[in-house]
Nanobody, 117 residues
Framework: QVQLVESGGGLVQPGGSLRLRCTPSGDIYSVLTMAWVRQGPGKERELAASLTGAGVTTYADSVKGRFTISYDSVKNTVYLQMDSLKPEDTALYFC???????????WGQGTQVTVTT
């Protein structure tokens, strides 16, 4: 079973930056979307950013202008560049890929981002 492996989380002060990375452990064919989904303490999961195979990006209003999702086809890695971080960005960030082939949806284990003074 292919898994998504995330890295790059950590502790950062408000206004700081982090870059998250997500790489599959094996081949995923017919990728439709790559996304970062986050879940803050006591909150439901929400889509932070997504990128389609056609290159269309979508961002939550709360992160627009601060987060950038991108994909490196050579490294087969999706990134989330997070700038001007705020305490409310504190969350467990999950990588999620969808495919046109079974099992259709892949999730990572999550990487913790904590923004605090």
């Amino acid at each position: 079973q292919v898994q998504l492996v995330e890295s790059g989380g950590g502790l950062v002060q408000p206004g700081g930056s982090l870059r998250l990375r997500c790489t599959p452990s094996g081949d995923i064919y017919s990728v439709l979307t790559m996304a970062w989904v986050r879940q803050g303490p006591g909150k439901e999961r929400e889509l932070a950013a997504s990128l389609t195979g056609a290159g269309v990006t979508t961002y939550a209003d709360s992160v627009k202008g601060r987060f950038t999702i991108s994909y490196d086809s050579v490294k087969n890695t999706v990134y989330l560049q997070m700038d001007s971080l705020k305490p409310e960005d504190t969350a467990l960030y999950f990588c999620k890929w969808t495919s046109a082939r079974d099992p259709f949806t892949y999730w990572g284990q999550g990487t913790q981002v904590t923004v605090t003074t």
